[in-house]
Structures are given as C-alpha cells and as structure tokens.
C-alpha cells in the first residue's frame, strides 16, 4: 500500500500557528479531496484535533512544547490524520474516559449526545460547546488513541483518526 504523506507539522502550538496549519491543511484538503460534503468532515476532523493540541499546550511545561506534530497521509482512499501532544495526568484521565466510552458508543448514539449537547449543553471554560470530539467519532471510520508516560508526570498522547475520502 502506497501512503504519502500530504502534511506534516512538528513544534510549538498557540493560536496564530493553529491559524497557518488550518490554513495550509485546508489548502491541502481541498486539493486532495473533490467531494465538498467528504471535505468539510475531514477538515472538521482536523480543526478539532489542532484545536485540542492547542487547549492542551496551555497546561504543559515549557519543555515538551517543541514535541507536538501534526501528520497527514493518504493511503488508497484513506485520509490518516495524526496528532501527538503532552498532557499532564489530569487531563490524560478526562481524556482516556471520554474517549473510551464514545470508542464503545455506537453511531446514533454519539449523534444523540451531540444533539442533546448542542440542545442542553453547557459551554466549557474557553466558551466551547463541547462537542468537537463527538463530530471526530461520529466523521472518522477508525480512532485509535494511545497515552505514553515520561519521567515528569506528564503523558504523550497520540491520536489516530481515519476518514474515507
């Protein structure tokens, strides 16, 4: 299988560099991808992903922050969409439960939650509606996600996201 790579990105994240990669990744997607309904969900999928890289860079040491890396490829049809970032043990517990339970929650399921989040939720800390994660599980056909710990405390956590296109 042929995989070549369409993006990569590696080092610090904060909001003027979140702006260059969504610009450069949605210049990237439009290129690649024909159909506007397949590129508005991978695009959606990728905004979620370097906006929680953001969010996460903001609780980290100042040590770790050149170690965040964006990755997109493409194999036979698949878009492989990759992030990496730290995260300290808070947030990896938050993280690792919610992403089991929509890993284990079917298809309508997830679009129930995301409606009633939308309808009755509440808006985070940072004025979100919480439902970024929800449209990555409900657009990828494939998430897999892992947390590696280092000395420090902190845990490096890799997210895997797969979309048809």
Excluded at 26 to 35: H, T
Excluded at 62 to 78: M, P, R, V, Y
Excluded at 116 to 133: E, R, T, V
Aim: charged share 30%; proline share 0%.
């Amino acid at each position: 299988m042929l995989t070549s790579n369409l993006y990569s990105y590696k080092g610090s994240i904060n909001g003027k560099i979140v702006d260059t990669l969504l610009a450069d990744v949605k210049r990237i997607l439009l290129s690649e991808i024909s159909d506007k309904q397949m590129f508005r969900k991978a695009y959606g999928v990728c905004v979620e992903c370097v906006e929680n890289m953001n969010r996460h860079e903001e609780i980290i040491c100042a040590d770790f922050s050149e170690d965040n890396s964006l990755s997109i490829n493409k194999q036979n049809g698949t878009l492989l969409l990759t992030t990496q970032n730290w995260v300290n043990e808070e947030v990896k517990d938050k993280l690792e439960k919610s992403l089991a339970e929509l890993r284990l929650s079917k298809h309508e399921c997830i679009k129930q939650l995301r409606l009633d989040q939308l309808k009755h939720g509440k808006f985070s800390d940072k004025g979100g509606a919480n439902i970024g994660m929800l449209d990555v599980f409900l657009n990828a056909h494939s998430i897999s996600y892992e947390f590696e710990e280092n000395k420090k405390g902190f845990f490096y956590y890799k997210l895997k996201a797969e979309l048809t296109i």
